[in-house]
């Protein structure tokens, strides 16, 4: 069995790209063989097929890449060749020549997305149960995804990016499924209250870059009655929405965003995260029981700690 070296990494990659399937791998040396000549010469007991990759796994690993691209302008041309359906794997390929920098990303990204499935590979030949691995299909790639970004929690008066701006952004990529009026109710209530006039008001978002959240969440950590009675530090952190840009929906940031709050308000003495956002996507309400969170009334709680029983009573 040949060792997987950078070299020949690339080599299996191509072979599997290759929809017209023209190459086997020599199984001793990693090299690849023309299909042509092994019909011809008979040599059949060193070469196997290269590993599946259909062009539906290739094209989710462009919308993966994509979500991960930084450059604002190459991003959203990238997005847009997937939208368009035609010649998607081509144009993708023309289109990364005008930004060398994402071209090289795009290498590094896709080699490592594809190492551990040339590596399960290897091990199906080698365990002699190839026909049962081989219909595997390619882990899911939102942890890799979700380790592309970098997530923070900042005053809103602090955020390295023009918050009123971005939330416009963010808006304009909500769900289809929300509805025109409710959106432009949360813009209204983010731009004119919350954000100018809550002096609490913290951001927690998440990006590629600092100056392009690709996610983010606002709250405020609010003193509880039973707290202001007793003199007790205990408050609760209230979500007041969560905005996620269109190409990130799978990507489960809010979850990202929401359990660096939990630890935040922990670390804050808090009680309870408590999500009062208006809209929230349909993945978030799925999942809610998952993360601990449970409802009540028109809010998805989750408790910190047993001392806010009392305070979520009272709030």
């Known amino acids: 069995m040949f060792r997987l070296t950078d070299a020949v990494l690339e080599r299996i990659v191509f072979a599997m790209e290759d929809q017209s399937r023209l190459h086997l791998i020599?199984?001793?040396?990693?090299?690849?063989?023309?299909?042509?000549?092994?019909?011809?010469?008979?040599?059949?007991l060193s070469c196997v097929e290269p590993p599946p990759w259909s062009?539906?796994?290739?094209?989710?690993?462009?919308?993966a890449f994509c979500v991960t691209v930084p450059d604002q302008q190459a991003r959203r041309e990238l997005a847009a060749i997937l939208r368009n359906g035609k010649g998607v794997f081509r144009a993708f390929k023309a289109a990364l020549e005008r930004y060398p920098l994402q071209k090289l990303r795009f290498r590094e990204f896709k080699l490592h997305v594809l190492r551990p499935v040339i590596e399960r590979w290897m091990l199906s030949l080698e365990n002699?149960?190839?026909?049962?691995?081989?219909?595997?299909?390619?882990?899911?790639?939102?942890d890799l995804i979700n380790s592309e970004f970098a997530t923070c929690i900042l005053?809103?008066?602090?955020?390295?990016?023009?918050?009123?701006?971005?939330?416009?952004?963010?808006l304009a990529d909500a769900p289809e499924t929300w509805d025109p009026l409710l959106c432009n109710?949360?813009?209204?209530?983010?731009?004119?209250?919350?954000?100018?006039?809550?002096?609490?008001l913290m951001v927690a978002y998440a990006c590629v870059e600092p100056g392009d959240p690709a996610a983010m969440t606002f709250f405020s950590m609010e003193p509880s009655d039973t707290a202001k009675r007793t003199e007790k530090s205990t408050a609760v952190a209230v979500i007041h929405a969560i905005l996620v840009r269109k190409d990130c929906f799978a990507c489960s940031l809010e979850w990202r965003m929401l359990q660096d709050i939990e630890e935040y308000a922990l670390a804050a003495n808090a009680g309870a995260v408590i999500i009062e956002a208006p809209l929230l996507a349909s993945s978030v309400l799925d999942e809610a029981d998952e993360h601990g969170y449970f409802r009540t009334g028109?809010?998805?709680?989750?408790m910190l700690g047993r001392e806010a029983f009392d305070s979520l009573d009272n709030f």
């Open 26 to 44: 020599d199984i001793e040396t990693g090299e690849l063989v023309p299909r042509q000549t092994v019909a011809e010469q008979g040599k059949t």
């Open 55 to 63: 062009a539906h796994q290739g094209f989710r690993l462009l919308e």
């Open 128 to 142: 002699a149960s190839r026909l049962e691995m081989l219909d595997e299909a390619p882990e899911d790639l939102t």
């Open 155 to 170: 005053p809103a008066s602090s955020v390295p990016f023009n918050l009123p701006e971005v939330v416009e952004q963010l």
């Open 185 to 200: 109710w949360i813009s209204s209530r983010l731009q004119q209250r919350l954000i100018p006039l809550h002096p609490r």
């Open 298 to 302: 028109g809010a998805l709680v989750r």
